[in-house]
């Protein structure tokens, strides 16, 4: 086996994925980043080397290709995940009256659906050590739906749902679940401009949420944080 603990990151583009990968490998972590397109990730990992991290492809709406991705890091990264992050999700924003039921659905299938896929595969493999980590990523959306945003509130209740049973259930077994509401905008080149005129740090950064996603891993067990809420110094709540 190898002397590296093995992370598990499902759902990394270019933002808050890709920084987590960066901050466990920091961490001496040996990381598989999956994706539904691992052209993506390998043009992440040929613009930004990580070298204790493999990019898998992984439909995560689908048991077999999840259960393939869990497999195949095992064998390459030599161990079980210590740590698995749950970072899909699919939007299209749109009028309730508008919503096409195959959208809806294909949103819930990302968002919810696969947490439970990707959740189950790895609360199996962590039970027989008696530890790890799992979190998932959720939203604002996840404690209130707003007009237009069903097809993400739908789902986002739904995981922080599952998240809650999961942390009652496992919590015992010594697997810690944690789940991490957004609360706001994190920065990219598609939201640069909304940091106009508020100040800096008006945007999450990615790398300060992916500081916040490793320390939930590396809390004792005598004081676990369920949910943990994050959003820039400006946000209103």
Partial sequence: MS????????G?????GFALVKRFARAGMAVAMAARAKGHLDQLLEKEPVESARAYACDATDQAS???????AGKDLEGGP???????GA?????????APADFERCWRVGCFAGLLVGQAAARRMLDAGRGTIIFTGATAALRGG???ANLAVPKFGLRALAQSMAR?????????????????????RYAHLAAGRGPDALLEP???AEAYYHLHTQPRSAWTLELDLRPWVEKF
């Fill in 91 to 99: 939007f299209e924003p749109g009028s309730v009256l508008d919503i």
């Fill in 82 to 88: 210590e740590l698995v992050v749950f970072n899909a």
């Fill in 3 to 10: 002397d590296k603990p093995v992370a598990i990151v499902v």
């Fill in 147 to 149: 007009a237009s945003f």
């Fill in 12 to 16: 990394v583009g270019p933002g808050l």
């Fill in 169 to 189: 259930e496992l919590g015992p077994k010594g697997i810690h679940i944690g789940h991490v509401i957004i609360d706001g905008q994190i920065r990219s080149e």
């Fill in 207 to 209: 790398d300060a949420i």
């Fill in 66 to 72: 999840v259960g393939r991705l869990f497999e195949e």
